[in-house]
C-alpha cells in the first residue's frame, strides 16, 4: 500500500461529471479518495450517509471527496441519486487504480468479493503528496468519521 509521505499516483478515469485526472484537482484543494467495495452495500451506504452529513466538516478542512470502485459509472450516477451524494464519483472497471493503491480485497467474508475494491482512503494534497492513507483488512471495516475528520485535521496540520 501507497504510505504518508510517497506521491501519489495521478490517473485519468471517467467520473459522474466527465473524465477527472486527479493532478488537475489536488492542484486545487486537498483530494480525499475514498475506494469502496460495492455500490448499495450496507456498509457502504451508511459510510457515505455518514459522509454527507458532515460533509460541511470536510468542506471547512478544505478537503473534496472523491469516491471510486470497479462498478460501471452509470451504476455510479444512479447510486449519487439513491443517496443525494454531492461527490464525484469514478469508475475504475478495470481495477487498474485500485491496485495501484492497493485497494484490493485480499480477505472477505464473502468470496464474491476478493479480488474487487477495498475500502481505503488516501489524503492527497496539491503536490501529490499522501498526507493520510488507511486500508481495511475486510470490506466491512471502516474509520468512524469522527476519527478520519479528526486524523485529516493532524494530517494538514490544522
Same mark, same amino acid.
Given at each position: 500500500? *501507497?504510505? +504518508?509521505?510517497? =506521491?501519489?499516483?495521478? &490517473?485519468?478515469?471517467?467520473?459522474?461529471?466527465? =473524465?477527472?485526472?486527479?493532478?488537475?484537482?489536488?492542484?486545487?484543494?486537498?483530494?480525499?479518495?475514498? /475506494?469502496?467495495?460495492?455500490?448499495?452495500?450496507?456498509?457502504?451506504?451508511?459510510?457515505?450517509?455518514?459522509?454527507?452529513?458532515?460533509?460541511?466538516? &470536510?468542506?471547512?478542512?478544505?478537503?473534496?471527496?472523491?469516491?471510486?470502485?470497479?462498478?460501471?459509472?452509470?451504476?455510479?450516477?444512479?447510486?449519487?441519486?439513491?443517496?443525494?451524494?454531492? /461527490? +464525484?464519483? *469514478?469508475?475504475?472497471?478495470? *481495477? !487498474?487504480?485500485?491496485? $495501484? #493503491?492497493?485497494?484490493?480485497?485480499?480477505?472477505?467474508?464473502?468470496?464474491?468479493?476478493?479480488?474487487? !475494491?477495498?475500502?481505503?482512503?488516501?489524503?492527497?494534497? =496539491?503536490?501529490?503528496?499522501?498526507? #493520510? $492513507?488507511?486500508?481495511?483488512?475486510?470490506?466491512?471495516?471502516?474509520?468512524?468519521?469522527?476519527? *478520519?475528520?479528526?486524523?485529516?485535521?493532524? $494530517?494538514?496540520?490544522?
Amino acid at each position: 500500500m *501507497l504510505s +504518508v509521505g510517497e =506521491k501519489a499516483i495521478d &490517473f485519468t478515469l471517467d467520473s459522474t461529471e466527465d =473524465k477527472f485526472t486527479l493532478s488537475e484537482h489536488a492542484i486545487d484543494s486537498p483530494i480525499l479518495l475514498y /475506494f469502496f467495495p460495492v455500490i448499495n452495500g450496507r456498509t457502504c451506504t451508511d459510510y457515505i450517509s455518514s459522509m454527507i452529513e458532515r460533509n460541511e466538516e &470536510f468542506k471547512e478542512l478544505g478537503v473534496d471527496i472523491i469516491n471510486i470502485n470497479h462498478e460501471p459509472i452509470d451504476n455510479h450516477r444512479a447510486w449519487i441519486e439513491h443517496t443525494g451524494s454531492p /461527490f +464525484v464519483d *469514478l469508475s475504475d472497471p478495470e *481495477l !487498474t487504480i485500485c491496485k $495501484a #493503491y492497493d485497494a484490493i480485497v485480499k480477505k472477505a467474508k464473502s468470496e464474491s468479493l476478493i479480488g474487487k !475494491t477495498n475500502r481505503a482512503l488516501f489524503l492527497i494534497d =496539491k503536490d501529490m503528496t499522501i498526507r #493520510y $492513507a488507511w486500508c481495511a483488512d475486510i470490506p466491512s471495516d471502516t474509520v468512524p468519521i469522527g476519527t *478520519l475528520i479528526s486524523e485529516i485535521k493532524d $494530517a494538514l496540520d490544522i
